[in-house]
C-alpha cells in the first residue's frame, strides 16, 4: 500500500509529528499543526475546517465544489424520492452544504505541507526511552518523529500493524452498491441535475437505494464534459457476495442497469442511457468500529494514532466521513497543543483525544450502518437519520 508522509514541525517539540496520510484528514491535521500556537473552540462541519487551515485557502473553497460556478448558499434543501413513483418523500435542509470533490479539497489544503509521495510503510519502531517513533519504509528509507499519526484510509497500514491483519480488517456488510461515473449529452445532463442542481436521492419499496449526483461541472458552458455520479444500493448476504465476487465488469452493468429499470426518473434515465461497456465500480459496504473491544490499540505512551476513516471508516449514505475526519484533526491539534504548551504530557494528550475520538465516532460508525440498513428497509426509510435528520450531526 503506498503511504504519503507529512513531517510537520512543532517548536516546543524536538521531532516532527508524522502524519501517514495525505488525504482529507492528514492534511487538515498538518494545518491545523502549523497554528498550533491558536487553539481556538471548534464547532461541526465546515467551520471547523476553517478553524484548520489557512485563510487564504479557505477563500477558496467554493473552488473545490463538485461544481465551482456554483456559490454554496446559506442553506440548501435536498429532496427524497419514492424511486418507484419519483413522488418526493422527505427533504432535508442543510446549511452550508458544501459538495466538495477531494482531490480538489486535497489540492487546496496541501499548500505548504512538506509531503514525501509514495512511500509504502513497512513497520513501526518506538525507542526504548519513550521519546520517540520511527516510521520504517519498504525503500528502505526511515524517519524519526514525536507522534505519527495514521490517516491513511479505510484499509490502514498504521492500524494493520497496530493491531494485526485479523483485527484490523474492515467488517464487510451484507449490503453492496454498484457506483457509475459517466458523461452525458447537453440535453441529458441538463435533465439529471433538473431536481437538484447537486445531487437527489431515493428509497425503493423493493429494497434499494439510488443516488443521481454531478461529480465535475468545471466549465459552465460545456456540460458534455461534466461528470455525474451514481449508484443504486441494494441488501446483498455474504453467500451472494461471494458466489459474484468474480463477476464481470459487463455482468455488474447489467445487474445494476436492471435494477434502474424498476425506478422512476432520473435513476432509470442515467443508468439506461449507459452504454453496454460502460465502466462500473462494485462495492461491498463495509465499516470498522474503533470502540469495539477487540479493537483497543496500544498507543505507545502517546506516540502513535489513527484519524480518520484510517480509525472509523463507516458507511457512506449519510456522508458524515469526512465531518468526523475534519473533527478528528481539530481535536488532535487541540491536545498536541496543550502538551506543546506543557499542560499535559504527550500520553495524556493523545490518551484524552482517543477517548473523545472512540466515543465519537464508534457511535457515528454504528448510526451509519443502521442508517444504512433503514433506507433498505420501506417501512423504516421515513425514520432513518438520513430521511429524518439529513446529514446533520447527531
Not at 461544481?67 to 446549511?95: H, M, V, Y
Not at 455525474?228 to 459474484?244: C, D, G
Not at 506543557?342 to 473523545?356: C, F, R, T
Amino acid at each position: 500500500m503506498s503511504s504519503n508522509v507529512d513531517n510537520t514541525p512543532l517548536g516546543a517539540i524536538d521531532a516532527p509529528v508524522l502524519i501517514i496520510g495525505a488525504g482529507c484528514t492528514g492534511l487538515s491535521l498538518a494545518q491545523g499543526l502549523k497554528k498550533v500556537n491558536s487553539p481556538s473552540e471548534i464547532p461541526w462541519g465546515i467551520p471547523i475546517l476553517k478553524t484548520l487551515i489557512p485563510p487564504e485557502a479557505f477563500a477558496k473553497l467554493d473552488a473545490a465544489q463538485v461544481d465551482p460556478n456554483r456559490p454554496c448558499p446559506p442553506s440548501d434543501t435536498i429532496k427524497f424520492l419514492n424511486g418507484q413513483t419519483g413522488e418526493q418523500i422527505g427533504a432535508a435542509e442543510t446549511p452550508h452544504l458544501y459538495r466538495l470533490r477531494r482531490s480538489k479539497l486535497r489540492a487546496l489544503i496541501a499548500g505548504g505541507i512538506e509531503i514525501q509521495y509514495s512511500k509504502s510503510l513497512a513497520d513501526i519502531v518506538y525507542s526504548d526511552d519513550g521519546t520517540t517513533v520511527t516510521a520504517k519504509f519498504a525503500d528502505g528509507t526511515s524517519v524519526e518523529g514525536s507522534v505519527l499519526v495514521g490517516a491513511d484510509g479505510a484499509r490502514s497500514s498504521v492500524r494493520n500493524l497496530l493491531l494485526g491483519p485479523e483485527k484490523a480488517a474492515l467488517n464487510t456488510l451484507e449490503f453492496a452498491a454498484t457506483i457509475v461515473q459517466a458523461k452525458y449529452t447537453t440535453e441529458q445532463v441538463k435533465f439529471l441535475r433538473s431536481w437538484h442542481p447537486l445531487f437527489v436521492a431515493a428509497a425503493h419499496p423493493a429494497g434499494y437505494f439510488g443516488w443521481v449526483g454531478l461529480h465535475s461541472a468545471p466549465d459552465v458552458d460545456d456540460p458534455e464534459n461534466w461528470i455525474m455520479n451514481h449508484y443504486i444500493s441494494w441488501p446483498y448476504s455474504h453467500a451472494e457476495q461471494e458466489k459474484s465476487k468474480k463477476w464481470s465488469n459487463e455482468t455488474r452493468l447489467k445487474q445494476v442497469k436492471d435494477f434502474a429499470e424498476g425506478f422512476a426518473d432520473p435513476f432509470r434515465s442515467a443508468f439506461a442511457w449507459l452504454k453496454n461497456d460502460h465502466p462500473v465500480w462494485y462495492a461491498p459496504l463495509t465499516q470498522w468500529d474503533p470502540s469495539l473491544p477487540d479493537h483497543q490499540w496500544d498507543n505507545h505512551g502517546g506516540r502513535v494514532t489513527l484519524a480518520g476513516d484510517a480509525a472509523h471508516p463507516m458507511t457512506f449514505q449519510r456522508g458524515q466521513g469526512l465531518n468526523s475526519a475534519i473533527k478528528d484533526a481539530s481535536e488532535l491539534v487541540i491536545q498536541i497543543t496543550d502538551f506543546v504548551q506543557s499542560k499535559k504530557s504527550i500520553s495524556e494528550a493523545i490518551g484524552d483525544y482517543e477517548k473523545e475520538m472512540v466515543g465519537r465516532t464508534g457511535t457515528e460508525v454504528r448510526l451509519s450502518a443502521e442508517n444504512s440498513r433503514m433506507v433498505h428497509v420501506w417501512d423504516e426509510v421515513l425514520q432513518s437519520p438520513l430521511i429524518s435528520k439529513g446529514f446533520a450531526k447527531q
